[in-house]
């Protein structure tokens, strides 16, 4: 698994997104074999605001945070002695609290499914 120093590097580089009003980051990395998908979501109060709506923010910055977060993680994910994870669900409160999972399903087949249980999941 991954160390305190990738998650901090990754709060670091998606920090500078986080409105003033917001409660809790959450971050999901997905790699399948020859490619990656990253999102975050910011939720203030009851309200989440996916990464590609916030105000203000361009999806070229966008990709250049996932580029420098693809690079720092894609290194230690490559030095994994077992099987590799799928994705990553990574949160972070205001109050510094912080908590990440761990999935290996096999993705190649689809994602749709997934994706809306993993909302319902950590988007509730």
């Not at 590097?9 to 490619?35: C, H, M, P, Q």
Request: charged share 30%; net charge neutral.
């Amino acid at each position: 698994m991954m160390n305190e120093k990738i998650y901090q590097a990754i709060f670091d580089e998606l920090s500078k997104y986080l409105t003033a009003e917001w409660d809790k980051l959450i971050v999901y990395l997905e790699y399948g074999n020859a490619s990656y998908s990253f999102a975050f979501y910011i939720q203030a109060g009851d309200k989440y605001i996916k990464c590609y709506d916030i105000p203000g923010v361009s999806d070229k910055e966008l990709a250049k945070s996932f580029s420098v977060i693809d690079k720092i993680v894609s290194k230690e994910r490559s030095q994994e002695k077992k099987a590799l994870w799928t994705n990553m669900t990574m949160t972070v409160t205001k109050t510094g609290q912080m908590h990440t999972d761990f999935d290996y399903t096999d993705l190649s087949e689809g994602t749709y499914q997934f994706k809306k249980n993993w909302k319902k999941k950590y988007l509730c």
